[in-house]
Nanobody, 114 residues
Framework: QVQLVESGGGLVQPGGSLRLSCAASGSIFSINAMGWYRQAPGKQRELVAVLTSGSTNYASSVKGRFTISRDNAKNTVYLQMNSLQPEDTAVYYC?????????WGQGTQVTVSS
């Protein structure tokens, strides 16, 4: 069984920065893709950024402000979020495809407010 544990959420003022982390643990042979999604109140979950062995893709709303990266040795994916705005407020979830199966983290709240 694989578990994903997220950290790094919190309250930040507009224009501020946060870095989210998501570490996978358990029986892992290979991680094929890593990504971040978010869900704001009353809205559907949406893709924020995804990282595969060959490419990186971002939602248009975060391009240029957010950066996804990974540490293969630690089975960890990061999301550096800069120039945060109130519309970025949401629960952020990490997602990984590990050995052909998809797994979700528990979610971490990000609130952007003055």
């Amino acid at each position: 069984q694989v578990q994903l544990v997220e950290s790094g959420g919190g309250l930040v003022q507009p224009g501020g920065s946060l870095r989210l982390s998501c570490a996978a643990s358990g029986s892992i042979f290979s991680i094929n893709a890593m990504g971040w999604y978010r869900q704001a109140p009353g809205k559907q979950r949406e893709l924020v950024a995804v990282l595969t062995s060959g490419s990186t893709n971002y939602a248009s709303s975060v391009k240029g402000r957010f950066t996804i990266s990974r540490d293969n040795a630690k089975n960890t994916v990061y999301l550096q979020m800069n120039s945060l705005q109130p519309e970025d407020t949401a629960v952020y979830y990490c997602n990984m495809f590990v050995d052909g199966r998809g797994y979700w983290g528990q979610g971490t709240q990000v609130t952007v407010s003055s």
